[in-house]
Protein backbone atom coordinates (compact mmCIF):
# COMPACT_ATOMS: atom_id res chain seq x y z
CA UNK A 1 0.00 0.00 0.00
CA UNK A 2 2.66 2.30 0.95
CA UNK A 3 4.81 1.66 -2.46
CA UNK A 4 1.38 2.40 -4.28
CA UNK A 5 1.34 5.52 -3.00
CA UNK A 6 4.41 6.14 -3.08
CA UNK A 7 4.52 5.56 -7.02
CA UNK A 8 1.25 8.22 -6.84
CA UNK A 9 3.42 10.71 -5.54
CA UNK A 10 6.11 9.99 -7.94
CA UNK A 11 3.67 9.84 -10.43
CA UNK A 12 3.33 13.84 -11.64
CA UNK A 13 6.53 12.99 -13.42
CA UNK A 14 4.82 10.51 -15.61
CA UNK A 15 2.20 12.76 -17.98
CA UNK A 16 4.89 15.43 -18.06
CA UNK A 17 6.89 13.24 -20.23
CA UNK A 18 3.82 11.62 -21.90
CA UNK A 19 2.97 15.12 -22.58
CA UNK A 20 6.85 16.06 -23.69
CA UNK A 21 6.65 12.76 -26.24
CA UNK A 22 3.10 14.20 -27.70
CA UNK A 23 4.11 17.92 -27.56
CA UNK A 24 7.33 16.97 -29.53
CA UNK A 25 5.37 14.68 -32.39
CA UNK A 26 3.29 18.14 -32.88
CA UNK A 27 6.37 20.06 -33.17
CA UNK A 28 7.62 17.87 -35.82
CA UNK A 29 4.31 18.44 -37.51
CA UNK A 30 4.83 22.05 -37.24
CA UNK A 31 8.15 22.18 -38.80
CA UNK A 32 7.08 19.46 -41.49
CA UNK A 33 4.55 21.57 -42.71
CA UNK A 34 6.83 24.74 -42.56
CA UNK A 35 9.57 23.22 -44.51
CA UNK A 36 6.50 21.35 -46.83
CA UNK A 37 4.95 25.12 -47.64
CA UNK A 38 8.98 26.52 -48.52
CA UNK A 39 9.58 23.48 -50.75
CA UNK A 40 6.23 24.23 -52.44
CA UNK A 41 6.86 27.61 -53.29
CA UNK A 42 10.19 26.67 -54.60
CA UNK A 43 8.56 24.33 -56.64
CA UNK A 44 5.27 26.30 -57.91
CA UNK A 45 6.86 29.40 -58.41
CA UNK A 46 7.96 29.30 -61.88
CA UNK A 47 4.74 28.03 -63.06
CA UNK A 48 3.08 30.70 -61.26
CA UNK A 49 5.37 33.87 -62.75
CA UNK A 50 4.46 32.49 -65.88
CA UNK A 51 0.93 32.65 -65.11
CA UNK A 52 1.39 36.29 -63.49
CA UNK A 53 3.46 37.64 -66.69
CA UNK A 54 0.90 36.19 -68.85
CA UNK A 55 -1.76 38.40 -67.72
CA UNK A 56 0.54 41.44 -68.01
CA UNK A 57 0.98 43.92 -70.88
CA UNK A 58 3.87 44.68 -72.87
CA UNK A 59 3.78 48.23 -70.86
CA UNK A 60 3.41 46.80 -67.45
CA UNK A 61 6.38 44.03 -68.03
CA UNK A 62 9.20 46.51 -68.97
CA UNK A 63 8.08 49.26 -66.45
CA UNK A 64 9.75 48.97 -62.96
CA UNK A 65 6.71 47.99 -60.94
CA UNK A 66 6.61 44.72 -58.86
CA UNK A 67 6.76 41.36 -60.92
CA UNK A 68 5.34 39.51 -58.62
CA UNK A 69 1.65 41.33 -58.91
CA UNK A 70 -0.68 42.13 -61.88
CA UNK A 71 -1.74 45.94 -61.75
CA UNK A 72 -3.54 45.78 -64.54
CA UNK A 73 -4.82 42.10 -65.76
CA UNK A 74 -5.24 41.12 -69.40
CA UNK A 75 -5.90 38.19 -71.37
CA UNK A 76 -4.79 40.06 -74.56
CA UNK A 77 -2.22 37.64 -74.34
CA UNK A 78 -4.30 34.61 -74.95
CA UNK A 79 -6.60 35.92 -77.32
CA UNK A 80 -3.63 37.22 -79.68
CA UNK A 81 -2.16 33.34 -79.42
CA UNK A 82 -5.08 31.81 -79.70
CA UNK A 83 -5.90 33.47 -82.67
CA UNK A 84 -2.36 33.07 -84.16
CA UNK A 85 -2.37 30.31 -87.35
CA UNK A 86 1.42 29.85 -86.52
CA UNK A 87 0.51 29.22 -83.03
CA UNK A 88 -2.05 26.65 -83.66
CA UNK A 89 -0.01 25.06 -86.16
CA UNK A 90 2.42 24.29 -83.61
CA UNK A 91 -0.60 23.37 -81.40
CA UNK A 92 -1.55 21.24 -84.02
CA UNK A 93 1.36 19.23 -84.59
CA UNK A 94 1.97 18.57 -81.11
CA UNK A 95 -1.46 17.52 -80.66
CA UNK A 96 -1.44 15.06 -84.10
CA UNK A 97 1.95 13.12 -83.57
CA UNK A 98 2.15 12.84 -79.51
CA UNK A 99 -1.29 10.31 -80.18
CA UNK A 100 -0.18 9.26 -83.04
CA UNK A 101 3.04 8.37 -81.05
CA UNK A 102 0.82 7.02 -78.46
CA UNK A 103 -0.78 5.07 -80.88
CA UNK A 104 1.99 3.28 -82.95
CA UNK A 105 4.05 2.94 -79.01
CA UNK A 106 0.68 0.72 -77.66
CA UNK A 107 0.70 -1.13 -80.88
CA UNK A 108 4.12 -2.22 -80.46
CA UNK A 109 4.40 -2.29 -76.95
CA UNK A 110 1.51 -4.72 -75.73
CA UNK A 111 2.28 -7.28 -78.14
CA UNK A 112 5.68 -7.23 -77.32
CA UNK A 113 5.36 -7.15 -73.58
CA UNK A 114 2.52 -9.96 -73.94
CA UNK A 115 4.78 -12.16 -76.01
CA UNK A 116 8.04 -11.32 -73.90
CA UNK A 117 6.03 -11.88 -70.52
CA UNK A 118 4.49 -14.82 -71.35
CA UNK A 119 5.32 -16.83 -74.74
CA UNK A 120 8.93 -17.93 -74.39
CA UNK A 121 11.23 -18.06 -77.87
CA UNK A 122 14.67 -18.12 -78.27
CA UNK A 123 16.38 -15.00 -77.12
CA UNK A 124 12.80 -13.66 -74.94
CA UNK A 125 15.01 -13.21 -71.57
CA UNK A 126 17.88 -11.30 -73.52
CA UNK A 127 15.51 -9.12 -75.23
CA UNK A 128 13.14 -8.05 -72.01
CA UNK A 129 16.77 -7.53 -70.74
CA UNK A 130 17.77 -5.44 -73.79
CA UNK A 131 14.47 -3.24 -73.72
CA UNK A 132 15.26 -2.16 -70.36
CA UNK A 133 19.03 -0.96 -71.71
CA UNK A 134 17.62 0.68 -74.55
CA UNK A 135 15.51 2.77 -72.19
CA UNK A 136 18.83 3.76 -70.65
CA UNK A 137 20.59 5.39 -74.10
CA UNK A 138 19.36 8.48 -73.98
CA UNK A 139 18.36 10.56 -77.47
CA UNK A 140 21.34 12.98 -76.93
CA UNK A 141 23.50 10.46 -78.09
CA UNK A 142 21.77 9.44 -80.96
CA UNK A 143 20.82 12.20 -83.04
CA UNK A 144 24.10 12.86 -84.79
CA UNK A 145 24.13 9.23 -86.71
CA UNK A 146 20.15 9.68 -87.19
CA UNK A 147 20.34 12.87 -88.69
CA UNK A 148 23.31 11.59 -90.85
CA UNK A 149 21.15 8.02 -91.91
CA UNK A 150 18.18 10.25 -92.84
CA UNK A 151 20.41 12.54 -94.95
CA UNK A 152 21.81 9.12 -96.93
CA UNK A 153 18.15 7.93 -97.29
CA UNK A 154 17.52 11.00 -98.87
CA UNK A 155 20.70 10.72 -101.16
CA UNK A 156 19.80 7.26 -102.20
CA UNK A 157 16.07 7.15 -102.64
CA UNK A 158 15.19 11.33 -103.03
CA UNK A 159 12.97 10.75 -99.57
CA UNK A 160 13.31 13.70 -97.74
CA UNK A 161 12.98 13.27 -94.02
CA UNK A 162 14.78 16.22 -92.37
CA UNK A 163 12.20 19.24 -91.92
CA UNK A 164 8.98 16.91 -92.06
CA UNK A 165 7.14 16.67 -89.02
CA UNK A 166 5.84 13.21 -89.68
CA UNK A 167 9.57 12.15 -89.13
CA UNK A 168 9.25 12.66 -85.47
CA UNK A 169 6.80 9.48 -85.62
CA UNK A 170 9.33 7.62 -86.36
CA UNK A 171 11.51 9.15 -83.76
CA UNK A 172 9.43 9.28 -80.77
CA UNK A 173 9.07 5.83 -80.69
CA UNK A 174 12.86 5.10 -79.58
CA UNK A 175 11.93 6.99 -76.65
CA UNK A 176 8.38 5.39 -75.59
CA UNK A 177 8.40 1.97 -76.73
CA UNK A 178 11.21 0.75 -74.19
CA UNK A 179 10.10 2.18 -71.09
CA UNK A 180 6.35 1.38 -72.01
CA UNK A 181 7.28 -2.27 -72.71
CA UNK A 182 9.52 -2.31 -69.79
CA UNK A 183 6.36 -1.81 -67.63
CA UNK A 184 3.97 -3.59 -69.47
CA UNK A 185 6.02 -6.70 -69.01
CA UNK A 186 5.96 -5.85 -65.58
CA UNK A 187 2.35 -5.67 -64.90
CA UNK A 188 1.70 -8.45 -67.18
CA UNK A 189 4.31 -10.77 -65.21
CA UNK A 190 1.81 -9.84 -61.99
CA UNK A 191 -0.70 -11.68 -63.72
CA UNK A 192 -2.17 -15.09 -62.53
CA UNK A 193 -0.57 -17.96 -64.82
CA UNK A 194 -3.63 -19.44 -63.94
CA UNK A 195 -5.80 -17.13 -65.54
CA UNK A 196 -4.39 -17.21 -68.85
CA UNK A 197 -3.59 -21.49 -69.11
CA UNK A 198 -7.72 -21.44 -68.16
CA UNK A 199 -8.15 -19.28 -71.40
CA UNK A 200 -5.95 -22.01 -73.54
CA UNK A 201 -7.94 -24.87 -72.13
CA UNK A 202 -11.39 -23.51 -73.03
CA UNK A 203 -9.90 -22.84 -76.84
CA UNK A 204 -8.27 -18.87 -76.66
CA UNK A 205 -6.23 -18.54 -79.12
CA UNK A 206 -2.58 -16.16 -77.82
CA UNK A 207 -4.03 -13.03 -79.41
CA UNK A 208 -7.67 -13.64 -77.64
CA UNK A 209 -5.89 -14.09 -74.58
CA UNK A 210 -4.35 -10.90 -75.00
CA UNK A 211 -7.14 -9.11 -75.89
CA UNK A 212 -9.70 -10.66 -73.62
CA UNK A 213 -7.99 -11.22 -70.47
CA UNK A 214 -4.49 -9.41 -70.48
CA UNK A 215 -5.75 -5.83 -71.50
CA UNK A 216 -8.88 -5.73 -69.49
CA UNK A 217 -6.90 -6.91 -66.76
CA UNK A 218 -3.81 -4.39 -67.09
CA UNK A 219 -5.88 -1.30 -67.98
CA UNK A 220 -4.47 0.54 -64.72
CA UNK A 221 -0.68 -0.05 -66.40
CA UNK A 222 -1.59 0.51 -69.96
CA UNK A 223 -3.41 4.32 -68.70
CA UNK A 224 0.24 4.56 -66.87
CA UNK A 225 2.33 3.92 -70.16
CA UNK A 226 -0.04 6.03 -72.36
CA UNK A 227 0.36 8.95 -69.82
CA UNK A 228 3.98 8.27 -70.39
CA UNK A 229 4.13 7.72 -73.80
CA UNK A 230 2.34 11.30 -74.01
CA UNK A 231 4.11 13.16 -71.83
CA UNK A 232 7.30 12.33 -72.90
CA UNK A 233 6.32 12.80 -76.90
CA UNK A 234 4.11 16.65 -76.23
CA UNK A 235 8.07 17.47 -74.40
CA UNK A 236 10.57 15.91 -76.70
CA UNK A 237 12.43 19.05 -77.48
CA UNK A 238 16.08 17.51 -79.18
CA UNK A 239 14.75 15.64 -81.81
CA UNK A 240 12.09 18.69 -83.39
CA UNK A 241 15.07 21.07 -83.14
CA UNK A 242 17.54 18.79 -84.86
CA UNK A 243 14.64 17.69 -87.15
CA UNK A 244 12.51 20.43 -88.21
CA UNK A 245 13.44 24.03 -88.78
CA UNK A 246 10.23 25.78 -91.32
CA UNK A 247 7.93 27.17 -88.82
CA UNK A 248 4.92 25.37 -90.25
CA UNK A 249 6.27 21.98 -89.63
CA UNK A 250 7.20 22.58 -85.59
CA UNK A 251 5.98 21.30 -82.25
CA UNK A 252 5.56 23.54 -79.94
CA UNK A 253 7.94 23.31 -77.54
CA UNK A 254 10.74 24.45 -80.60
CA UNK A 255 7.98 26.90 -82.12
CA UNK A 256 7.78 28.66 -78.80
CA UNK A 257 11.17 29.09 -78.76
CA UNK A 258 12.41 30.03 -82.00
CA UNK A 259 9.54 31.86 -83.05
CA UNK A 260 8.31 33.90 -79.91
CA UNK A 261 12.03 34.77 -79.15
CA UNK A 262 12.93 37.48 -82.03
CA UNK A 263 16.12 38.31 -81.73
CA UNK A 264 16.92 40.97 -79.38
CA UNK A 265 13.26 42.06 -78.67
CA UNK A 266 11.62 39.48 -76.23
CA UNK A 267 7.92 40.07 -76.28
CA UNK A 268 7.73 38.16 -72.59
CA UNK A 269 3.80 38.53 -71.99
CA UNK A 270 3.48 35.79 -75.35
CA UNK A 271 6.25 33.55 -74.51
CA UNK A 272 4.85 33.27 -71.01
CA UNK A 273 1.45 32.77 -72.41
CA UNK A 274 2.91 30.13 -75.20
CA UNK A 275 4.65 28.34 -72.92
CA UNK A 276 1.76 27.84 -70.15
CA UNK A 277 -0.39 26.70 -72.88
CA UNK A 278 2.22 24.64 -74.29
CA UNK A 279 2.29 23.27 -70.68
CA UNK A 280 -1.41 23.02 -69.73
CA UNK A 281 -2.03 19.30 -71.81
CA UNK A 282 0.19 17.54 -69.46
CA UNK A 283 -0.84 18.89 -66.78
CA UNK A 284 -4.84 18.90 -67.20
CA UNK A 285 -3.74 15.34 -67.60
CA UNK A 286 -1.61 14.67 -64.77
CA UNK A 287 -4.87 16.63 -62.28
CA UNK A 288 -7.35 13.89 -63.52
CA UNK A 289 -5.16 11.00 -63.36
CA UNK A 290 -2.35 11.97 -61.07
CA UNK A 291 -2.51 8.31 -59.31
CA UNK A 292 -1.88 6.42 -63.29
CA UNK A 293 0.75 9.31 -63.31
CA UNK A 294 2.84 8.17 -60.58
CA UNK A 295 2.21 4.78 -60.77
CA UNK A 296 3.47 5.20 -63.97
CA UNK A 297 7.02 6.75 -62.51
CA UNK A 298 6.82 4.29 -59.90
CA UNK A 299 6.32 1.01 -61.80
CA UNK A 300 9.78 1.51 -63.72
CA UNK A 301 11.71 1.28 -60.70
CA UNK A 302 10.23 -0.98 -58.40
CA UNK A 303 9.43 -3.53 -60.56
CA UNK A 304 12.72 -3.56 -62.54
CA UNK B 1 -25.74 -32.93 -74.27
CA UNK B 2 -22.82 -32.22 -71.70
CA UNK B 3 -21.33 -35.34 -73.01
CA UNK B 4 -22.11 -35.16 -76.53
CA UNK B 5 -19.96 -31.74 -76.24
CA UNK B 6 -16.86 -33.25 -74.38
CA UNK B 7 -16.59 -35.82 -77.15
CA UNK B 8 -16.55 -33.22 -79.85
CA UNK B 9 -13.69 -31.37 -78.22
CA UNK B 10 -11.65 -34.55 -77.48
CA UNK B 11 -11.71 -35.05 -80.83
CA UNK B 12 -11.19 -32.08 -81.92
CA UNK B 13 -7.92 -31.99 -79.62
CA UNK B 14 -6.98 -35.06 -80.64
CA UNK B 15 -6.65 -34.62 -84.04
CA UNK B 16 -4.95 -31.01 -83.58
CA UNK B 17 -2.47 -33.02 -81.23
CA UNK B 18 -1.59 -35.28 -84.36
CA UNK B 19 -0.84 -32.53 -86.75
CA UNK B 20 1.82 -31.27 -86.64
CA UNK B 21 1.56 -27.37 -85.80
CA UNK B 22 2.87 -25.49 -88.79
CA UNK B 23 5.32 -22.76 -88.59
CA UNK B 24 3.12 -19.61 -88.23
CA UNK B 25 0.84 -21.45 -85.68
CA UNK B 26 3.56 -22.80 -83.57
CA UNK B 27 3.98 -20.33 -79.99
CA UNK B 28 7.42 -19.22 -80.63
CA UNK B 29 6.70 -18.04 -84.10
CA UNK B 30 3.85 -16.06 -83.00
CA UNK B 31 5.44 -14.43 -80.24
CA UNK B 32 8.47 -13.80 -82.13
CA UNK B 33 5.83 -12.38 -84.79
CA UNK B 34 4.66 -10.26 -81.52
CA UNK B 35 7.81 -8.94 -80.96
CA UNK B 36 9.01 -8.29 -84.07
CA UNK B 37 7.96 -4.46 -84.04
CA UNK B 38 9.71 -3.83 -80.87
CA UNK B 39 13.07 -5.58 -82.05
CA UNK B 40 12.73 -3.85 -85.75
CA UNK B 41 12.55 -0.13 -83.53
CA UNK B 42 15.11 -0.96 -81.21
CA UNK B 43 17.73 -2.34 -83.81
CA UNK B 44 17.18 0.28 -86.90
CA UNK B 45 16.41 3.30 -84.71
CA UNK B 46 18.52 2.83 -81.24
CA UNK B 47 21.64 0.10 -81.60
CA UNK B 48 22.25 0.98 -85.45
CA UNK B 49 22.60 4.83 -84.83
CA UNK B 50 24.17 4.02 -81.41
CA UNK B 51 27.28 1.84 -83.29
CA UNK B 52 26.93 4.26 -86.56
CA UNK B 53 27.90 7.21 -84.47
CA UNK B 54 31.26 4.94 -83.50
CA UNK B 55 31.86 4.45 -87.19
CA UNK B 56 30.91 8.47 -87.74
CA UNK B 57 33.47 9.27 -85.03
CA UNK B 58 36.38 7.84 -87.25
CA UNK B 59 36.04 9.89 -90.30
CA UNK B 60 37.30 13.42 -91.26
CA UNK B 61 34.84 16.35 -91.12
CA UNK B 62 33.25 16.15 -95.25
CA UNK B 63 33.10 12.30 -93.67
CA UNK B 64 35.42 11.06 -97.31
CA UNK B 65 38.13 9.82 -95.18
CA UNK B 66 38.87 7.56 -92.37
CA UNK B 67 41.16 9.51 -89.65
CA UNK B 68 40.81 6.78 -86.82
CA UNK B 69 41.38 8.24 -83.27
CA UNK B 70 41.80 11.86 -85.20
CA UNK B 71 38.86 13.45 -84.02
CA UNK B 72 39.93 12.62 -80.50
CA UNK B 73 43.41 13.80 -80.56
CA UNK B 74 42.24 17.25 -82.05
CA UNK B 75 39.50 17.25 -78.93
CA UNK B 76 41.99 16.34 -76.48
CA UNK B 77 43.59 19.40 -77.48
CA UNK B 78 40.91 21.86 -77.09
CA UNK B 79 40.60 23.37 -74.02
CA UNK B 80 37.21 23.68 -74.67
CA UNK B 81 36.66 19.76 -74.58
CA UNK B 82 37.92 19.68 -71.12
CA UNK B 83 35.86 22.64 -69.91
CA UNK B 84 32.81 20.37 -71.48
CA UNK B 85 34.12 17.19 -69.13
CA UNK B 86 34.61 18.95 -66.06
CA UNK B 87 31.32 21.08 -66.57
CA UNK B 88 29.12 18.01 -67.28
CA UNK B 89 30.85 16.21 -64.38
CA UNK B 90 30.22 18.78 -61.96
CA UNK B 91 26.63 19.76 -63.43
CA UNK B 92 25.83 15.77 -63.47
CA UNK B 93 27.11 15.37 -59.67
CA UNK B 94 25.98 18.39 -57.98
CA UNK B 95 22.73 18.14 -59.56
CA UNK B 96 21.96 14.41 -58.29
CA UNK B 97 23.51 14.93 -55.33
CA UNK B 98 20.84 18.29 -54.21
CA UNK B 99 17.80 16.27 -56.22
CA UNK B 100 18.45 13.26 -54.17
CA UNK B 101 18.46 15.35 -50.85
CA UNK B 102 16.12 17.30 -51.44
CA UNK B 103 13.83 14.35 -52.40
CA UNK B 104 14.50 12.30 -49.55
CA UNK B 105 14.00 15.59 -47.33
CA UNK B 106 10.87 16.50 -48.86
CA UNK B 107 9.73 13.05 -49.37
CA UNK B 108 10.32 12.59 -45.44
CA UNK B 109 7.68 15.79 -44.79
CA UNK B 110 4.95 14.63 -46.92
CA UNK B 111 5.19 10.76 -44.55
CA UNK B 112 5.08 12.66 -41.85
CA UNK B 113 1.77 14.81 -41.88
CA UNK B 114 -1.36 13.06 -41.60
CA UNK B 115 -2.44 10.39 -44.49
CA UNK B 116 -5.28 12.70 -45.43
CA UNK B 117 -3.13 15.48 -46.58
CA UNK B 118 -0.47 13.42 -48.32
CA UNK B 119 -2.43 13.70 -51.85
CA UNK B 120 -3.02 16.94 -51.81
CA UNK B 121 0.37 18.04 -51.29
CA UNK B 122 2.19 15.37 -53.41
CA UNK B 123 0.41 16.64 -56.58
CA UNK B 124 1.10 19.69 -55.46
CA UNK B 125 5.31 18.89 -55.27
CA UNK B 126 5.16 16.99 -58.11
CA UNK B 127 4.45 20.08 -60.97
CA UNK B 128 7.65 20.77 -61.84
CA UNK B 129 8.23 17.50 -63.34
CA UNK B 130 5.05 17.50 -65.55
CA UNK B 131 5.96 20.52 -66.80
CA UNK B 132 7.56 20.04 -70.27
CA UNK B 133 11.50 21.20 -69.23
CA UNK B 134 11.97 23.19 -72.33
CA UNK B 135 8.63 25.32 -71.24
CA UNK B 136 9.43 25.73 -67.64
CA UNK B 137 13.09 26.60 -68.50
CA UNK B 138 11.97 29.57 -70.26
CA UNK B 139 9.89 30.43 -67.24
CA UNK B 140 13.59 30.24 -65.11
CA UNK B 141 15.17 32.20 -68.55
CA UNK B 142 12.70 35.16 -67.84
CA UNK B 143 13.04 34.83 -63.99
CA UNK B 144 16.88 35.19 -64.37
CA UNK B 145 16.71 38.26 -67.26
CA UNK B 146 19.19 40.69 -66.97
CA UNK B 147 17.14 43.82 -66.77
CA UNK B 148 14.09 42.44 -65.31
CA UNK B 149 14.81 39.56 -63.10
CA UNK B 150 11.98 39.03 -60.92
CA UNK B 151 14.67 37.66 -58.08
CA UNK B 152 16.69 40.52 -58.29
CA UNK B 153 13.56 42.91 -57.37
CA UNK B 154 13.16 40.42 -54.66
CA UNK B 155 17.04 40.93 -54.02
CA UNK B 156 16.53 44.90 -54.08
CA UNK B 157 13.82 44.78 -51.60
CA UNK B 158 16.39 43.55 -48.81
CA UNK B 159 19.46 45.12 -50.25
CA UNK B 160 21.35 42.86 -51.56
CA UNK B 161 23.04 43.78 -54.95
CA UNK B 162 21.41 42.43 -58.37
CA UNK B 163 23.18 38.77 -59.37
CA UNK B 164 24.08 38.11 -63.03
CA UNK B 165 22.35 34.61 -63.48
CA UNK B 166 23.18 33.65 -66.51
CA UNK B 167 26.02 36.54 -67.71
CA UNK B 168 28.51 35.50 -64.96
CA UNK B 169 30.31 31.81 -65.93
CA UNK B 170 30.15 30.69 -62.36
CA UNK B 171 26.14 32.08 -61.50
CA UNK B 172 25.16 30.76 -64.91
CA UNK B 173 26.58 27.19 -64.08
CA UNK B 174 24.79 27.70 -60.96
CA UNK B 175 22.03 28.47 -62.26
CA UNK B 176 21.62 25.22 -64.83
CA UNK B 177 22.13 23.35 -62.01
CA UNK B 178 19.94 24.84 -59.74
CA UNK B 179 16.85 24.44 -62.56
CA UNK B 180 18.06 20.88 -63.03
CA UNK B 181 17.40 20.40 -59.18
CA UNK B 182 14.22 22.35 -59.44
CA UNK B 183 12.96 20.09 -62.46
CA UNK B 184 14.01 16.45 -61.04
CA UNK B 185 13.98 16.89 -57.28
CA UNK B 186 10.30 15.86 -57.25
CA UNK B 187 11.02 12.66 -58.99
CA UNK B 188 13.30 11.49 -56.56
CA UNK B 189 10.85 12.73 -54.18
CA UNK B 190 7.63 10.79 -55.53
CA UNK B 191 10.04 7.45 -55.55
CA UNK B 192 10.79 8.12 -51.96
CA UNK B 193 7.84 8.36 -50.86
CA UNK B 194 6.80 5.20 -52.25
CA UNK B 195 9.88 3.54 -50.31
CA UNK B 196 9.12 5.27 -47.01
CA UNK B 197 5.65 3.74 -47.38
CA UNK B 198 6.71 0.23 -47.55
CA UNK B 199 9.10 0.05 -44.98
CA UNK B 200 7.14 -1.57 -41.94
CA UNK B 201 6.63 0.32 -38.76
CA UNK B 202 7.37 -1.97 -36.35
CA UNK B 203 11.13 -1.82 -37.45
CA UNK B 204 10.62 1.80 -35.89
CA UNK B 205 8.81 0.50 -33.00
CA UNK B 206 11.43 -1.36 -32.21
CA UNK B 207 13.99 0.99 -32.94
CA UNK B 208 12.60 3.60 -30.75
CA UNK B 209 12.10 0.80 -27.63
CA UNK B 210 16.05 0.06 -28.06
CA UNK B 211 16.07 4.16 -27.71
CA UNK B 212 17.05 5.44 -30.84
CA UNK B 213 16.96 8.89 -31.64
CA UNK B 214 15.26 10.30 -34.89
CA UNK B 215 18.66 10.58 -36.95
CA UNK B 216 19.47 6.61 -35.75
CA UNK B 217 16.07 5.65 -36.86
CA UNK B 218 17.11 7.39 -39.88
CA UNK B 219 20.52 6.17 -40.58
CA UNK B 220 20.13 2.24 -39.23
CA UNK B 221 16.26 1.23 -40.38
CA UNK B 222 14.91 3.66 -42.85
CA UNK B 223 17.76 4.65 -45.48
CA UNK B 224 19.16 0.58 -45.70
CA UNK B 225 15.58 0.03 -46.21
CA UNK B 226 15.54 2.20 -49.24
CA UNK B 227 18.78 1.37 -49.97
CA UNK B 228 17.58 -0.57 -53.57
CA UNK B 229 15.17 2.44 -54.42
CA UNK B 230 18.28 4.73 -53.93
CA UNK B 231 20.95 3.41 -56.02
CA UNK B 232 18.55 2.90 -58.59
CA UNK B 233 16.94 6.26 -58.94
CA UNK B 234 20.93 7.63 -58.49
CA UNK B 235 22.03 5.33 -61.23
CA UNK B 236 19.22 6.68 -63.48
CA UNK B 237 19.11 9.78 -62.46
CA UNK B 238 22.72 10.37 -63.42
CA UNK B 239 22.34 9.22 -66.40
CA UNK B 240 19.76 10.97 -67.91
CA UNK B 241 21.57 14.09 -66.09
CA UNK B 242 24.75 13.48 -67.65
CA UNK B 243 22.85 13.08 -71.07
CA UNK B 244 20.63 16.61 -70.43
CA UNK B 245 20.11 18.82 -73.04
CA UNK B 246 16.92 20.85 -72.84
CA UNK B 247 17.86 22.85 -69.77
CA UNK B 248 21.30 23.76 -70.89
CA UNK B 249 20.32 24.51 -74.60
CA UNK B 250 17.20 27.00 -73.80
CA UNK B 251 18.98 28.47 -70.56
CA UNK B 252 22.00 29.67 -72.00
CA UNK B 253 22.52 27.38 -75.34
CA UNK B 254 26.42 26.57 -73.39
CA UNK B 255 27.27 30.23 -72.89
CA UNK B 256 28.77 32.73 -71.64
CA UNK B 257 31.80 31.73 -73.87
CA UNK B 258 30.43 27.76 -74.13
CA UNK B 259 31.06 28.09 -70.15
CA UNK B 260 27.97 25.85 -69.51
CA UNK B 261 28.29 23.66 -72.38
CA UNK B 262 27.47 19.58 -71.30
CA UNK B 263 28.40 16.90 -73.31
CA UNK B 264 25.22 16.86 -75.53
CA UNK B 265 24.85 20.66 -76.14
CA UNK B 266 28.11 20.87 -77.51
CA UNK B 267 27.62 17.65 -79.33
CA UNK B 268 24.48 19.69 -80.87
CA UNK B 269 26.59 22.93 -81.64
CA UNK B 270 29.31 21.29 -83.32
CA UNK B 271 27.56 18.48 -85.14
CA UNK B 272 24.33 19.98 -86.25
CA UNK B 273 24.51 23.49 -85.74
CA UNK B 274 28.52 23.62 -86.50
CA UNK B 275 28.28 20.90 -89.48
CA UNK B 276 31.18 18.66 -88.38
CA UNK B 277 28.64 15.37 -87.62
CA UNK B 278 31.95 13.37 -87.41
CA UNK B 279 33.05 16.04 -84.23
CA UNK B 280 29.84 15.84 -82.88
CA UNK B 281 29.27 12.37 -82.79
CA UNK B 282 32.80 11.92 -80.99
CA UNK B 283 32.05 14.39 -78.56
CA UNK B 284 28.63 12.83 -77.67
CA UNK B 285 30.04 9.32 -77.52
CA UNK B 286 31.37 10.33 -73.94
CA UNK B 287 28.32 9.87 -72.46
CA UNK B 288 29.01 5.82 -73.05
CA UNK B 289 31.31 5.08 -70.15
CA UNK B 290 28.97 6.50 -67.26
CA UNK B 291 26.06 4.71 -69.55
CA UNK B 292 27.95 1.34 -69.76
CA UNK B 293 28.06 2.08 -65.75
CA UNK B 294 24.72 2.07 -65.33
CA UNK B 295 24.06 -0.78 -67.74
CA UNK B 296 26.64 -3.06 -65.26
CA UNK B 297 24.78 -2.61 -62.36
CA UNK B 298 21.50 -2.91 -63.62
CA UNK B 299 22.60 -6.35 -65.13
CA UNK B 300 24.16 -7.82 -61.88
CA UNK B 301 20.97 -6.53 -60.21
CA UNK B 302 19.00 -8.50 -62.46
CA UNK B 303 21.17 -11.52 -62.33
CA UNK B 304 21.06 -11.10 -59.08
CA UNK B 305 17.34 -11.41 -59.08
CA UNK B 306 16.94 -14.43 -61.45
CA UNK B 307 18.89 -16.20 -58.72
CA UNK B 308 16.64 -15.57 -56.69
CA UNK B 309 13.67 -16.57 -57.86
Redesign the interface.
Known sequence: MATAVLHDRGGPSRPVRYGSISRSRKR??VW??V??VI??I??????V??FI?SLKTSQE??AAT???WVFDPTLANYIELLSSNQYLTFFKNSAIISIAVVIITM???I??A???SR????G?TT?A??????Y??????????????FAFVYEYTGIQLINNWWVLL??Y??LT??FC?WIMIGYFASIPKELDEAAIID?AS?VQTLTRIFIPVALPGIIAATIFAF?VS??Q??YP??FTTSTDQLV???G??TTLIKGDV?N?GQ??TG??L??AP??II??FL?DY??AG??AG??K? | MVDAATGT?GVGTRAAARRRPGLFQR??????L??L???L??AL??????L??MH?ATLNKS?ERFVGLGNFEFLFKRETFWMVVQQSCIFAITAVLFKAL?GL??AH??H??PNKGQ?K????????W???????T???F??F?PS?S?FN??FALVGIDPVPWLGDAYWARFSVILVNV?YG???FM??YL?ALKSVPEQLYEAASIDGANWWQRLWYVTLPMMRN?IL??VL?ST??T?????IV??LTAGGPIDQTHV??TW??KL??EGGD?PL??SV??F??PI?GL??IF??R??NKRGNEA
Do not use: H
Open positions: ALSYFLFAFFLMPPYMTISNPWCVSPAFALMKFWSLTGVFLTLIPETLLFIPLFKTFLPTVPTGYTWAFLLALPVIIFWIMALGAPLYAMYILTATG | MKSTIAFMAPLIIILVLYPAYSLMIFVFVAIRWRGMLLVPVIPPAMSLAWWLDYAWLWAPFIMAIITFIVFANFDRVFAAFGIIGASLMLLGAILDI
